[in-house]
């Protein structure tokens, strides 16, 4: 036999018992040329289009699970980014397209749609602004559409106008959803990717082609499981372990990424070689952290086996592939990570603990519950230091906070599904606010300027 | 005509005529058998069958749906895998 029958059930072994699964195919649709001076007719045409093309990846993506035995969790889609193709268009049109958006996918068996947002990291056109004012509303209002801000980038610096503007738009999101869960749906960004395929962050950029399949791979228990049978072997050598697992994960998500895309007829963009947490036991990056040999993730060692991690991931990734892309790190969500929530609970991790960690992994601070009563000065300060460090790291980072009406630090809150459950993070009550609202522009770091 | 080469795996407590029972399934179907692999592993009975669906009809989803009833009868956890999958993750 050609291969080895530990070669097989290895494979076999990563499906059944350690979660490994493709974590997202994400179809990344244009719909500039959907714009139309009626918007009955515009509408109209961002629903077939997205209708017409959603549907087609849940069954090639159906029959691909089938032929591979590897699960494909999430078949979503991202768009333009709405602000630019409601540029000419009446007021009313950022919350009857987030409408249609949201009944599109719901229609064609999509689970999320990414790409409600704006590009606003040096300023804001007439359009961003009634998008952002939106927001609330489509958060509330919607169930599968997903938003996002690029706030910052390392050749424009940061718009402290937008981050105001955010701080604000996650409060009023929170009070008008149940626990706050609207704010899941929603992110801002630094140095924010155009082929992400994750959400909420994902949208199909302006450098993109009209369709542009990307996947996101995953497999936290998988990277777990080779770290736990490899006890005493030293950093060097658990690095080479991470990267051979990294290898042979990415060169399925590829494989499958690439037939999609033919079956689809669609040009194939990247592979995401992302590890994604979720709330499954073992599916966990802190669960990763404990293995190698850190207590509870947020004690002294976490930043540096972070970055041994995600180094070995990246490494391993891009020899698999030539077309890495999207995000490309390690995701930290606090919520969705059952050995995060415990290290949350315990007390072994803070949130400053995790943006020190955010320095050396993607992509940010990711689904955190904040006490309800935060200011949303404080907030947009939390977001100004995140974004701070993709900004002058060249780097991407992002935000997803979620204040939780009614609650305070240490108190239990459950998102549900896919969202996990997470207790209140103590945010610091010294207040920022008058740094805050100075508003303006952070000038670009000087590392921008590389031309 | 090229060939659809699937791999055909078993875990389980071993018992009299798990391999007749897929041989047989796999046979009414017009599948080949190409090769066949099994051994104990950590207590458990292990097989990994390579098998031609070139001349077959049926879907590989619906040989999994078949292959997992006879799975549900014996307590057997079987698969059913296209070749590319193992060619990717361990051929460079």
Same mark, same amino acid.
């Given at each position: 036999?050609?291969?080895?029958l530990?070669?097989?059930m290895?494979?076999v072994?990563?499906?059944?018992?350690?979660?490994?699964?493709?974590?997202?195919?994400?179809?990344?649709?244009?719909?500039?040329?959907?714009?139309?001076?009626?918007?009955?007719?515009?509408?109209?045409?961002?629903?077939?289009?997205?209708?017409e093309?959603?549907?087609?990846?849940?069954?090639?993506?159906?029959?691909?699970?089938?032929?591979?035995?590897?699960?494909?969790?999430?078949?979503?889609?991202?768009?333009t980014?709405?602000?630019l193709? $409601?540029?000419?268009?009446?007021?009313?049109?950022? #919350?009857?397209?987030?409408?249609t #958006?949201?009944?599109?996918?719901?229609?064609? /068996?999509?689970?999320?749609?990414?790409?409600?947002?704006?590009?606003?990291?040096?300023?804001?056109?007439?359009?961003?602004?009634?998008?952002?004012?939106? #927001?609330?509303?489509?958060?509330?209002?919607?169930?599968?559409?997903?938003a996002?801000?690029n706030?910052?980038?390392?050749?424009?610096?940061?718009?402290?106008?937008?981050? $105001?503007?955010?701080?604000?738009?996650?409060?009023?999101?929170?009070?008008?959803?149940?626990?706050?869960?609207?704010?899941?749906?929603?992110?801002?960004?630094?140095?924010?990717?155009?082929?992400?395929?994750?959400?909420?962050?994902?949208?199909?950029?302006?450098?993109?082609?009209?369709?542009s399949?990307?996947?996101?791979?995953?497999?936290?228990?998988v990277?777990?499981?080779?770290?736990?049978?490899?006890?005493?072997?030293?950093?060097?050598? #658990?690095?080479?372990? $991470?990267?051979?697992?990294?290898?042979?994960?990415?060169?399925?998500?590829e494989?499958?990424?690439?037939?999609?895309?033919?079956?689809?007829?669609?040009?194939?963009?990247?592979?995401?070689?992302?590890?994604?947490?979720?709330?499954?036991v073992?599916?966990?990056?802190?669960g990763?952290?404990?293995?190698?040999?850190?207590?509870?993730?947020?004690?002294p060692?976490?930043?540096?086996?972070?970055?041994?991690?995600?180094?070995?991931?990246?490494?391993?990734?891009?020899?698999?592939?030539?077309?890495?892309?999207?995000?490309?790190?390690?995701?930290?969500?606090?919520s969705?990570?059952?050995?995060?929530n415990?290290?949350?609970?315990?007390?072994?991790?803070?949130?400053?603990?995790?943006?020190?960690?955010?320095?050396?992994?993607?992509?940010g601070?990711?689904?955190?519950?904040?006490p309800?009563?935060?200011?949303?000065?404080?907030?947009?300060?939390?977001?100004?230091?995140?974004?701070?460090? /993709?900004?002058v790291?060249?780097k991407?980072?992002?935000?997803?906070?979620?204040?939780?009406?009614?609650k305070?630090a /240490?108190?239990?809150?459950?998102?549900?599904?896919?969202?996990?459950?997470?207790?209140?993070m103590?945010?610091?009550?010294?207040?920022?606010?008058?740094? $805050?609202?100075?508003?303006?522009?952070?000038?670009?770091?000087?590392?921008?300027?590389?031309? | 005509?090229?060939?659809?080469?699937?791999?055909?795996?078993?875990?389980?407590?071993d018992?009299?005529?798990?391999?007749?029972?897929?041989?047989?399934?796999?046979?009414?179907?017009?599948?080949?058998i190409?090769?066949l692999?099994?051994?104990?592993?950590?207590?458990?009975?292990?097989?990994?069958?390579?098998?031609?669906?070139?001349?077959?009809?049926?879907?590989?989803?619906?040989?999994k749906k078949?292959?997992?009833?006879?799975?549900?009868?014996?307590?057997?956890?079987?698969? *059913?895998?296209?070749?590319?999958?193992?060619? *990717?993750?361990?051929?460079?």
């Amino acid at each position: 036999m050609e291969y080895s029958l530990d070669e097989v059930m290895e494979t076999v072994h990563m499906t059944l018992y350690q979660n490994f699964d493709i974590r997202t195919v994400t179809l990344g649709i244009n719909l500039k040329d959907c714009i139309h001076s009626d918007l009955e007719i515009f509408k109209s045409n961002v629903y077939d289009r997205i209708t017409e093309y959603g549907n087609r990846l849940v069954f090639e993506a159906g029959k691909l699970e089938d032929k591979y035995g590897i699960p494909i969790i999430n078949k979503r889609i991202s768009v333009t980014p709405i602000s630019l193709i $409601i540029e000419s268009s009446h007021e009313d049109a950022p #919350l009857e397209i987030a409408g249609t #958006l949201d009944r599109a996918v719901k229609d064609a /068996g999509i689970d999320f749609i990414g790409g409600y947002g704006a590009l606003v990291q040096k300023g804001m056109t007439k359009a961003d602004e009634i998008l952002i004012d939106s #927001l609330p509303d489509v958060l509330s209002g919607t169930e599968r559409v997903c938003a996002f801000l690029n706030i910052g980038s390392t050749v424009s610096g940061m718009n402290m106008d937008a981050v $105001i503007r955010a701080g604000k738009i996650m409060k009023s999101i929170s009070q008008r959803t149940e626990n706050g869960i609207g704010c899941t749906k929603f992110a801002v960004y630094s140095n924010a990717p155009e082929d992400n395929p994750f959400m909420a962050g994902a949208f199909h950029g302006v450098g993109e082609p009209d369709f542009s399949l990307n996947v996101g791979i995953s497999g936290p228990g998988v990277v777990r499981s080779v770290v736990e049978k490899n006890k005493s072997c030293d950093l060097t050598g #658990l690095s080479e372990i $991470i990267k051979r697992t990294a290898f042979k994960i990415t060169r399925a998500g590829e494989l499958i990424g690439r037939e999609l895309a033919v079956n689809m007829n669609v040009p194939f963009g990247i592979v995401d070689i992302s590890l994604a947490s979720t709330t499954k036991v073992g599916d966990s990056v802190a669960g990763i952290m404990e293995q190698m040999g850190i207590e509870k993730m947020g004690a002294p060692g976490s930043t540096a086996a972070l970055a041994l991690l995600i180094d070995a991931v990246k490494k391993g990734g891009a020899m698999a592939s030539g077309n890495v892309g999207g995000l490309s790190g390690t995701f930290i969500p606090v919520s969705e990570d059952s050995c995060m929530n415990e290290a949350v609970r315990t007390g072994a991790l803070s949130i400053e603990k995790l943006e020190a960690l955010t320095a050396v992994c993607s992509v940010g601070l990711d689904m955190i519950a904040i006490p309800g009563d935060t200011p949303a000065e404080t907030i947009s300060a939390i977001i100004a230091d995140e974004l701070s460090i /993709g900004v002058v790291n060249g780097k991407t980072t992002g935000v997803r906070l979620i204040p939780v009406p009614g609650k305070k630090a /240490g108190d239990y809150v459950n998102f549900g599904g896919l969202m996990g459950e997470t207790y209140v993070m103590d945010i610091s009550t010294f207040s920022s606010r008058d740094f $805050i609202l100075r508003g303006g522009r952070m000038p670009a770091p000087i590392t921008g300027m590389k031309n | 005509m090229t060939r659809v080469l699937v791999f055909i795996t078993v875990i389980g407590k071993d018992q009299k005529g798990i391999i007749a029972r897929i041989s047989n399934a796999v046979f009414a179907h017009n599948i080949n058998i190409e090769d066949l692999n099994q051994k104990i592993m950590a207590g458990y009975f292990v097989m990994t069958m390579l098998a031609d669906m070139s001349d077959s009809k049926i879907t590989i989803g619906d040989l999994k749906k078949e292959l997992s009833d006879i799975g549900k009868q014996m307590d057997l956890s079987i698969q *059913a895998q296209h070749e590319n999958i193992f060619k *990717a993750m361990h051929r460079v």
